[in-house]
């Protein structure tokens, strides 16, 4: 079976179709050649945004255009909140965040009987399930990074977001198999993992045995000695002062997503985020008092229903306060299904948009800050691509780095950072 693969969203969709494209290609199958016609088109959705679920049906309509006698399976979070939407599209197989593995099996087994079978729907509540589904940890397509999921699902249930209802509670990868799959990672040669989940600061509160995120971390650095690791987007409320003692002691890279949203108690407390802006500012000064020159990073949603403008005005005074590497910043899109969505207060397209572009030059100017920063600075950069003669990576901040030269596709070298170019940083390796 000819497949195409297309994947809308966050890195754990990312990770989670790349490890179904190892399960097929472990059963013979093979992704389709640019020109060729595929026998499956797999689109794995997102439901995060309205735009998100736009974008999920421009998609799927687009490939089936592309390929018109190819079986169509849609599965991932908008096929769960959306399902009726999703299957008067003509899905073939429609199944939402659960059971990816029987997803596969679905698939395989309607283009084997295509033509002669009835479409195939597998839709489970996602807050009756039990137990964390291990898929096959690995690296994205031509990344020399691995990625380990070891969470999923959400108890938070933030004003604007659908995902807890399309993932369900939270569920963790057991302390065991964390340290085994970081094993396996590293025997595999990976140099970094990264540790992804839907909410990762949330991890073993399901296992109800006293565990936290540190105690995931420190048993992914005993399975992987020589990997340094990299952390997922945290919630601010797990950093505690206990979390940053230990994690000191591991080989964690300088980066940290803090998840933020705003920078304004009153519009914190209608998001129904659980901190206020003097605990997330504290967090910022503890990483940064033990991880001296860290990346601090983070998301903002601006014009979020009844912001004012005085509002929006302590957010971007608390930003700059912040100092962050990089923000992702995003007009609030209204998502039917939740609570913010039927709110007072909303705010118009253009005004949204409007404050995202001011945020957004706040949050350039700062990267250049920090990048400048790096300058006269050794960093070690594993290396992912090469072209005209240069050969590009991350360094352990997660800034792009550059160097003249070949280097080989996950090799590890120390590089002295002599300048910045756009968002990137160059250098020469020692």
Not at 56 to 64: E, F, K
Not at 104 to 132: N, Q
Not at 217 to 234: D, F, N, Q
Not at 298 to 310: A, K, R, S, V, Y
Request: net charge neutral; aromatic share 6%; glycine share 8%.
């Amino acid at each position: 079976m000819k497949y195409i693969i297309a994947t809308l969203g966050c890195k754990v969709n990312q990770y989670e179709s790349e490890a179904m494209e190892q399960i097929l290609q472990s059963h013979g199958h093979t992704p389709c050649a640019e020109g060729e016609s595929a026998d499956a088109v797999i689109v794995n959705t997102c439901a995060v945004t309205a735009e998100g679920a736009r974008k999920a049906r421009q998609t799927v309509r687009r490939l089936r255009r592309e390929n018109p006698l190819a079986l169509t399976a849609l599965c991932g979070c908008w096929s769960q909140v959306d399902a009726a939407e999703a299957a008067a599209l003509g899905a073939d197989v429609l199944f939402g965040t659960g059971d990816r593995q029987g997803f596969v099996r679905a698939v395989e087994t309607a283009a084997a009987e295509r033509g002669a079978g009835e479409s195939v729907t597998k839709l489970d509540d996602p807050f009756r399930r039990t137990g964390f589904e291990e898929l096959p940890a690995g690296a994205y397509a031509g990344h020399a990074r691995a990625y380990l999921k070891i969470q999923d699902g959400c108890d938070n249930f933030c004003t604007y977001c659908i995902i807890p209802y399309a993932r369900g509670r939270v569920l963790s990868l057991p302390e065991d198999r964390c340290a085994a799959e970081a094993t396996s990672l590293a025997a595999q040669g990976y140099k970094e993992i990264v540790v992804t989940g839907i909410e990762i600061a949330s991890w073993g509160k399901d296992l109800k045995n006293g565990k936290t995120l540190i105690d995931a971390l420190e048993a992914v650095a005993a399975g992987a000695p020589g990997a340094r690791i990299r952390l997922g987007s945290l919630e601010p409320t797990v950093v505690t002062d206990t979390f940053v003692e230990r994690l000191k002691k591991l080989n964690v890279c300088p980066h940290f997503h803090l998840s933020m949203q705003s920078g304004c108690d009153e519009t914190l407390a209608r998001m129904r985020r659980k901190y206020t802006t003097a605990e997330f500012f504290a967090v910022t000064e503890r990483l940064r008092a033990a991880f001296p020159g860290c990346a601090l990073t983070t998301d903002l949603i601006t014009g979020f229903p009844g912001e004012t403008e005085e509002e929006f005005s302590q957010t971007l005074a608390f930003i700059e306060k912040c100092a962050f590497a990089q923000m992702h910043v995003f007009p609030y899109s209204i998502r039917p299904g939740t609570k913010a969505a039927d709110m007072p207060g909303q705010i118009e397209k253009s005004e949204k948009a409007a404050r995202a572009a001011r945020a957004a030059r706040a949050a350039e100017r700062m990267q250049r800050e920090y990048l400048t920063s790096c300058v006269g600075k050794t960093l070690e950069v594993i290396f992912e691509t090469e072209s005209d003669g240069e050969s590009r990576g991350h360094a352990e901040n997660y800034t792009e780095t550059a160097v003249p030269g070949n280097m080989p596709h996950g090799v590890v070298r120390k590089v002295k950072i002599t300048g910045v170019r756009g968002e990137m940083l160059v250098g020469t390796a020692l």
